[in-house]
């Protein structure tokens, strides 16, 4: 079992900046795939970013290549989304989720652990 606690949201303008974090419990993080989910009101759930165990291979949407960085530190078993230049349409509730296993997947349905969720507010 792992559980999962994201923090770092919050309400930013246009342009800005923010950092999520994600800090799992148990000895066995390093052996899970991280990602980050994002779901905006009256949308479905779609991935942001996704990364492998060791970190050697990351997946970005489209939507948020060249803005947004992913990564982990399986010493302190916590991952991170660092999001840079961000736009009123990044607005959504941001989800860390965990999936035992590889590789990194873009559907929701494979990943066994999610997080609480924390907001995610850019004003115009």
């Known amino acids: 079992q792992v559980q999962l606690v994201e923090s770092g949201g919050g309400l930013v303008q246009s342009g800005g900046s923010l950092r999520l974090s994600c800090a799992a419990s148990?000895?066995?993080?390093?052996?899970?795939?991280m990602a980050w989910f994002r779901q905006a009101p009256g949308k479905e759930r779609e991935i942001v970013a996704g990364i492998s165990w060791s970190g050697d291979s990351t997946y970005y949407a489209d939507s948020v290549k060249g803005r947004f960085t992913i990564s982990r530190d399986n010493a302190k078993n916590t991952a991170y989304l660092q999001m840079n230049s961000l736009k009123p349409e990044d607005t959504a509730v941001y989800f860390c989720a965990a999936r035992l296993g590889q590789p990194v997947v873009v559907s929701s349905d494979r990943y066994d652990f999610w997080g609480q969720g924390t907001q995610v507010t850019v004003s115009s």
């Open positions: 148990g000895r066995t993080f390093r052996w899970y795939v």
